[in-house]
């Protein structure tokens, strides 16, 4: 391997409503799988404080972006040197965000707020503000986003497009875009369609889901790691149960799959004359 990287993603499921007890949870859980060498450790979409079905709740439990679970988190990436991206409810000024982040031993390094609140998100959470940033970290160029994101395929083909070669997905994957749960292999079709996406965009995608009944609502697990030629190098985790893995990855392989074949080159076959992908001011 080229430039390796140790992923780490954590299946865990929060208690609603429990900040101090779920922020405990990912820091025991983070550590845990440092320990087995991970470098960089997904966590999922609002483990702190919980994605609970009452939204409207949420407010209370937002917290500005020094708060004590970036904080926590921070303070575990010195320790261990490592890297933590995950996700929390964000308070700024009279706004709540669905935020993730990617902390290391200075900070966060990655600020990054949902673009598509999902179903009743909406009543709570304001739409991302910040765009579609991707950071340069010592092993490679990682972006982020947030489950129902992937459900629009300009935002991993931002991101790609941008220089990442690493996508983070913090998830709490529900059913309701599509009748089925999970198909014959665990995927849950979030899962699959990430699998497409991660093919289709030359990149590494690393999605992190909370799994299983909490506060009447069923998340669908199935957290994997996929590569840039659209194999599973991870996963699908157990639908309805916690579990973490560590896996290691190549990221030279995301320049690798941008040539198929001397005449099947993906990127440079764009028809950029015909159509360009605008993110802010640059059309990519």
């Not at 690798?256 to 360009?276: C, F, K, N, S, W």
Request: charged share 25%.
């Amino acid at each position: 391997m080229a430039r390796p990287l140790k992923l780490g993603i954590a299946q865990i499921t929060g208690a609603p409503y429990a900040p101090e007890e779920n922020r405990a949870r990912t820091v025991e859980v983070a550590t845990a799988l440092f320990d087995q060498g991970a470098q960089l450790v997904v966590l999922p979409e609002l483990i702190v404080p919980g994605y609970p079905a009452d939204t409207a709740a949420l407010p209370e439990y937002a917290e500005p972006l020094d708060g004590p679970t970036v904080s926590a988190w921070a303070e575990l990436a010195r320790e261990r040197d490592g890297w933590i991206a995950g996700g929390f409810c964000e308070r700024d000024g009279d706004r709540c965000f669905n935020t993730a982040v990617i902390v290391g031993a200075d900070g966060v390094v990655l600020h990054y707020r949902k673009l598509h609140p999902f179903r009743t998100e909406k009543h709570v959470f304001e739409p991302g503000d910040l765009g579609l940033p991707v950071a340069t970290l010592p092993f490679g160029r990682v972006g982020l986003c947030i489950c129902y994101d992937l459900r629009f395929v300009e935002t991993v083909r931002a991101l790609s497009l941008q220089g990442a070669e690493l996508v983070c997905v913090p998830t709490a994957w529900l059913p309701g875009f599509d009748d089925m749960r999970w198909d014959e292999r665990g995927l849950a079709p979030q899962a699959a369609g990430a699998i497409v996406q991660a093919n289709l965009d030359q990149v590494f995608i690393g999605c992190a889901s909370q799994a299983g009944a909490s506060d009447g609502l069923e998340f669908l697990g199935s957290s994997i790691v996929v590569d840039p030629h659209g194999r599973l190098v991870c996963g699908p985790l157990p639908g309805l149960e916690e579990e973490q893995a560590v896996v290691e990855i190549d990221l030279d392989e995301a320049t690798v799959a941008q040539v198929r074949d001397e005449l099947i080159r993906p990127r440079a076959d764009r028809r950029t004359d015909v159509y360009g992908l605008a993110v802010g001011d640059r059309v990519l």
